[in-house]
Nanobody, 124 residues
Framework: QVQLVESGGGLVQAGGSLRLSCAAS????????MGWFRQAPGKEREFVAG????????LYADSVKGRFTISRDNAKNTVYLQMNSLKPEDTDVYYC?????????????????WGQGTQVTVSS
């Protein structure tokens, strides 16, 4: 079993930055693809960014491309999401996910483990 714990969310003004962290425990996720998703109440979970097991491939939603950066530190069993130039429409609960496969994908149902989420609120 893999447990994922997100941190780093909060309230920030538009144009500001936040860095989310996702710490994994239970087993190493160094061979897992990892992803960040977000979800607003009453809406479907949306892919934000993903990274392959060795960081050789990253994927981003068009809405965050050029503003968000996903990275990982396998020695620390941790994945990060650096969010810059934040907009009010980025306000959501952000979830970290792990997939017991090397390749990164955008479909949430293909991820095996999920964190509890961290709230990001961007004020205008």
């Amino acid at each position: 079993q893999v447990q994922l714990v997100e941190s780093g969310g909060g309230l920030v003004q538009a144009g500001g930055s936040l860095r989310l962290s996702c710490a994994a425990s239970g087993r190493t996720v160094s061979s897992y693809a990892m992803g960040w998703f977000r979800q607003a109440p009453g809406k479907e979970r949306e892919f934000v960014a993903g990274i392959s097991w060795d960081s050789s491939r990253t994927l981003y939603a068009d809405s965050v491309k050029g503003r968000f950066t996903i990275s990982r530190d396998n020695a620390k069993n941790t994945v990060y999401l650096q969010m810059n130039s934040l907009k009010p429409e980025d306000t959501d609960v952000y979830y970290c996910a792990a997939r017991s496969n090397f390749a990164v994908v955008v479909t949430p149902t293909r991820y095996d483990y999920w964190g509890q989420g961290t709230q990001v609120t961007v004020s205008s």
